[in-house]
């Protein structure tokens, strides 16, 4: 239930003139894709990628985003059962700061029982 009101809370979070994706999910997995509209009719670079593992062990995931303007760095934001055991506060903190695109594919690991929010 809790990641049900998640993903609703991500969802409601974005701009309403934003894009949204739900691209074929692989065997249990959830993605969730959005692409933020350019200011004054400006192409955008700006995406939100949801990934949410629902494997009991990690999984790598390789996403292609369907538009010419593609970020080349991305904020990387992780919550997994592991890190909310090991610690009270369950905000989403960064951990990484860049993801590259490779072959215009973005490459990632999910954390078992794991939340991946990907922003550029």
């Not at 974005?14 to 969730?32: D, E, G, Q």
């Not at 009991?56 to 369907?66: C, D, E, M, V």
């Not at 538009?67 to 960064?94: H, I, N, R, V």
Request: include cysteine; aromatic fraction near 4%.
């Amino acid at each position: 239930m809790a990641l049900v009101l998640f993903l609703i809370t991500v969802k409601q979070s974005l701009p309403c003139n934003s894009t949204i994706y739900r691209p074929a999910n692989p065997s249990n997995m959830r993605v969730l894709a959005a692409h933020l509209p350019g200011t004054n009719g400006q192409n955008s670079t700006h995406w939100s990628v949801l990934l949410v593992n629902r494997n009991t062990s990690t999984t790598n995931i390789a996403l292609t985003l369907g538009a010419k303007e593609q970020p080349t760095a991305f904020t990387m934001y992780t919550y997994s059962k592991m890190q909310s055991d090991a610690s009270s506060d369950l905000s989403l903190q960064p951990t990484a700061i860049t993801r590259q695109q490779k072959d215009h594919r973005l490459l990632t690991q999910v954390p078992a029982n794991g939340i991946v929010l990907l922003s550029s």
